[in-house]
């Protein structure tokens, strides 16, 4: 709302219309009333006469009730009048009010409201041939020609009989003659002053006849109130004229206002706060603001604005890093829960690199149950300690091995941001996996009872590095399919009839085409869906050998599990850590089903790749079905019917590893309780000391309730797996059915929001299914690595 909306209660006491002439008015509350002259009709003011352009404004609304003053102060900022002339003498005294009490018989004609008022132009309508409409613009009520407005003087004459007096008003008029009329100090003329919708029409002008109205205002324009009223009263129309009507001096000034109005909203700090975050979020080089092109497509749009340097971009990053830091880091430490890791290693673009880095992200669930993943450090994993070329091309000094590796920069990021006593687990590819620093790390956190359970759910692999170790055991086989298949689309590619066919069908597939650097059985397999979608659109056709078939179907229903698995686990929503389990079986299920092939070397290729599968399985099976214990669906009467599938006779002895993690995994976070239960009773006892009690002797009260604590505690997960199982859904929420039963089972909720944020992929699935893995842009590696990483973890946290 304008800020002079504050003046739209203002009221002016009305006089009896017998006594306004003479009358002053009792009360003003408001100054505006020295730049208008009231006009009253029956005892209330229905409008005001602006004291300097005569402009009659509304004062009642559609409802007849008073629509306040803010657009009389309006007006009085835009009145062009106002600055060149100063109160008619006439006006002077603005204590007497203008009084309607008599109604001119020209005004009896007006229309009921401003939907009737038709205004239009000699070249608008053929009957106005008449040489009088050169000095007459026609008033229209119903459709008719009621009344015609002098354009010299103003005044309005009936037109609804005849149109000789016009033709001797335009001999008559003094002002179409260039004589001025005179005014006698006191009397009112009333043709003189045309009324309210003269003034309307006169306002509307510039916008029905010029075409050039620069700035208007239309209050209410044309529209009917709630009640039926339709008192052209209850109406006000504001129109600037156009700027072609202005003199110099006002256009300067109406320059200058403009140009001081850019300059007071523009606000060159915020635009390259701005530039930062779309480099930043785009991925572009810092070097894109010294390009000339970006330089002059900066001063088309604003002038003023002084384009900055990448120095100053690279600065600015800097500070939108510490700041972003600044919040999550404050977020995290309100966390009262454990934090899980996940490491990845990165790669410049293009060719081989010099150097390659480290990316450590948080997983965590958030105090809204949301599951999140930020990145919280990229540091350098591996550089070559001879790269002279990075040293002169980069301008950075190599980097040493004590300031790099998994250790360094994992322990780095664990001090940075206060995890010691925060870190559930570690999930990370093999390169990191596999370092003898990790292994290291692992122990110096397993001593300092930084992990539970003695680090059994640390170091977890990678799903995606697995599953693509183990499909590059069926090397061999999948190469030969491939050769199979670019024969079949080299067929269809032939002539334009199959060529649009197989685009057709790849059209309704519903399947992402990988990208050129995909890795080679992602390729494969992609074009194994192809064929097999062609195959049922088109039967009929003789498309490959009986031979071939047997080798082609059953190698896409293979690669179809383990790209549906990495599509799941790595995809781009953060998926808890109950589902890996299913997604997994089925690669099992899978592999087991084309065991049995005839085909020999597939049959081959399959038991190369259950082998790799089975040695995964057994190193992972426990932390894998965990998350499923706390699974409401599920719990652990599910594990014993998988496990018995997967090991048979000797399921019982995996089925209770898992039983005794798990309660081994309950008590430590019972521990925890107890143990601030314990500092709660030490508090207690020395209390009790200073009241005269030895606190040696209240040392068995305080075991004895920690003891019937700890029963409690385990009764709790006693009561969960005892409970029945939750029907499955479609739109089952795990988080929100803990965060619902939180009260219920305190302490299992709380392991449960640990354990469901670990992650059993370190990348997401582009980088997972990409023969290049995680990159930066080249342009960013020549950057100093604490800039690389505030570039890397914004971007990230600006997701």
């Keep these: 709302m304008d800020h002079l909306d504050e003046h739209d209660s203002d009221e002016m006491k009305a006089v009896p219309v017998s006594d306004a002439p003479t009358a002053r008015l009792r009360k003003k509350r408001s100054k505006i009333w020295d730049q208008y002259r009231p006009i009253f009709v029956d005892g209330a003011i229905q409008s005001a006469e602006c004291l300097y352009c005569h402009i009659h404004m509304s004062c009642r609304g559609a409802d007849g009730q008073s629509n306040g003053t803010s657009h009389l102060w309006r007006h009085q900022k835009i009145c062009r009048a106002k600055d060149g002339f100063g109160p008619s003498p006439l006006q002077q005294d603005a204590d007497l009010p203008y009084v309607v009490n008599e109604v001119d018989p020209v005004d009896q004609i007006l229309p009921d409201s401003l939907d009737d008022i038709n205004l239009v132009t000699r070249s608008e309508n053929s009957k106005f041939r008449s040489k009088v409409w050169k000095d007459f613009i026609p008033f229209y009520v119903g459709g008719r020609v009621q009344g015609a407005d002098c354009v010299h003087c103003h005044k309005r004459l009936s037109a609804d009989k005849g149109r000789s007096h016009l033709n001797r008003h335009t001999q ?3 002002a179409r003659n260039g004589n001025s009329m005179s005014h006698q100090k006191g ?18 002008s510039p916008a029905l006849t010029n075409g050039k109205v620069q700035i208007a205002e239309y209050a209410n324009k044309f529209l009917k109130g709630s009640s039926g009223d339709r008192s052209p009263a209850g109406h006000h129309i504001l129109a600037l004229p156009a700027m072609d009507e202005m ?10 206002q403009t140009a001081a109005g850019i300059s007071r909203k523009f606000d060159q700090e915020a635009s390259y706060q701005e530039l ?32 900055a340097s990448s120095i100053d971009i690279e600065e600015y990053s800097t500070l939108l890093f510490q700041k972003e830091k600044t919040d999550l880091k404050e977020k995290i430490a309100l966390l009262s829960h454990r934090i899980s890791l996940s490491a990845s290693v990165w790669a410049p673009q293009g060719a081989e690199a010099s150097v390659k880095y480290l990316c450590l992200a948080a997983h965590f669930i ?8 930020k990145i919280i450090k990229f540091g350098v994993f591996w550089s070559s300690p001879s790269s002279l070329e990075r040293m002169i091309h980069f301008k950075e000094a190599c980097v040493g091995d004590s300031d790099s590796g998994p250790f360094y920069v994992i322990q780095e990021a664990i001090r940075d941001w206060n995890l ?22 692992m122990e110096m956190l397993t001593q300092g009872k930084c992990i539970p359970i003695r680090g059994e759910l640390y170091n ?30 080299q067929a269809q590619m032939s002539s334009s009839l199959t060529r649009q066919q197989l685009l057709e069908v790849v059209a309704h597939m519903g399947l992402k085409c990988p990208q050129e650097d995909a890795k080679c059985w992602h390729k494969i397999y992609f074009r194994l869906e192809v064929f097999v979608h062609w195959k049922k659109a088109y039967p009929s056709e003789e498309l490959l050998s009986a031979e071939d078939t047997k080798i082609v179907e059953p190698a896409c229903r293979i690669l179809r599990a383990f790209y549906r698995a990495v599509e799941v686990i790595s995809g781009p929503v953060c998926s808890t850590a109950n589902i890996y389990f299913n997604e997994l079986w089925k690669v099992r299920t899978t592999l087991q089903e084309e065991a049995s092939s005839d085909h020999t070397e597939l049959a081959n290729m399959v038991w190369m790749m259950q082998e790799a599968f089975n040695e995964y399985w057994q190193n992972s099976y426990v932390w894998l079905s965990i998350p499923v214990v706390l699974d409401p669906r599920f719990k652990i009467t599910f594990i014993e019917f998988r496990l018995k599938r997967a090991f048979g006779t000797d399921a019982e002895k995996y089925v209770s590893t898992v039983r005794d993690t798990i309660r081994e995994l309950f008590h430590e976070y019972c521990g925890s309780l107890e143990k601030s239960g314990v500092d709660t009773s030490t508090c207690e006892a020395r209390d009790v000391e200073f009241d005269g009690f030895d606190s040696d002797s209240l040392e068995d009260w305080d075991e004895h309730l920690n003891a019937q604590t700890r029963s409690q505690l385990l009764t709790e997960l006693d009561n969960y797996l005892e409970d029945g199982l939750v029907p499955r859904k479609d739109d089952f929420d795990i988080l929100n059915w803990w ?11 709380i392991m449960a929001r640990d354990v469901l944020a670990m992650p059993a992929s370190a990348v997401n699935c582009e980088a997972a299914l990409s023969s290049e893995g995680n990159t930066i842009h080249k342009q960013w590696s020549t950057l100093s690595i604490k800039t690389i990483e505030a570039l890397v973890c914004t971007r990230d946290w600006m997701k």
């Design 276 to 307: 930062t975050k779309m480099i930043i979020s785009l991925g572009y080089p810092l070097s894109i603001v010294e390009h000339e092109e970006m330089r002059r497509f900066a001063k088309s749009l604003n002038p003023t604005f002084n384009m």
């Design 172 to 174: 008559t008029c003094p």
């Design 247 to 256: 003199n110099s001096t006002e256009q300067n000034t109406t320059s200058a």
């Design 366 to 373: 958030d105090s809204e149950w949301k599951l999140q993943r």
């Design 420 to 441: 010691d006593q925060k870190h559930f687990s570690l999930t990370s590819v093999s390169a990191v996996r596999n370092n003898e620093d990790t292994s290291k790390l």
């Design 460 to 489: 977890v692999a990678c799903v995606d590095d697995v599953l693509n170790s183990i499909v590059s055991k069926g090397q061999l086989v999948l190469h030969h399919v491939g050769n199979i298949l670019e024969k079949f689309i």
């Design 739 to 749: 965060m619902s039963n939180s009260t219920k089972y305190p302490t299992l909720s």
């Design 187 to 204: 009397v009112l003329f009333q043709s003189s002053v045309p009324n309210f919708k003269s003034r309307l029409q006169d306002e509307l």
